[in-house]
């Protein structure tokens, strides 16, 4: 079993910062990508950003220049610095990991979602 508990969320106002963090745990052999993602009341789950175990990232074009993912591989953990935040980033936000177990089974897994609001 592979565990993702996010911590971070909160409310704050426009053009303040949020620091997401999630942190993996369970029977991980090692994690490729990480990544958070987010939905808003009434519309679909969207990608915010992801960042490979090369530190590879990307972006949605919404949140580029504003929003920072990086990751510890050593403590499996993965942030999402939120500055310059903006009324739309209004969300719950979900950390995702794919993961390669020590059973040698490779899956998604997701966080149980933290909420982030906005006050404009």
């Known amino acids: 079993q592979v565990q993702l508990v996010e911590s971070g969320g909160g409310l704050v106002q426009a053009g303040g910062s949020l620091r997401l963090s999630c942190q993996a745990s369970?029977?991980?052999?090692?994690?490729?990508?990480m990544g958070w993602y987010r939905q808003a009341p009434g519309k679909q789950r969207e990608l915010v950003a992801t960042?490979?175990?090369?530190?590879?990232?990307n972006y949605a074009d919404s949140v580029k220049g504003r929003f920072t993912i990086s990751r510890d591989n050593a403590k499996n953990t993965v942030y999402l610095q939120m500055n310059s935040l903006k009324p739309e980033d209004t969300a719950v936000y979900y950390c995702?990991?794919?993961?390669?177990?020590?059973?040698?089974?490779?899956?998604?897994?997701w966080g149980q979602g933290t909420q982030v609001t906005v006050s404009s």
């Open positions: 995702n990991a794919y993961v390669l177990t020590t059973s040698w089974r490779t899956g998604d897994y």
């Open positions: 369970g029977s991980i052999f090692s994690i490729n990508t």
């Open positions: 960042i490979t175990s090369r530190d590879s990232t």
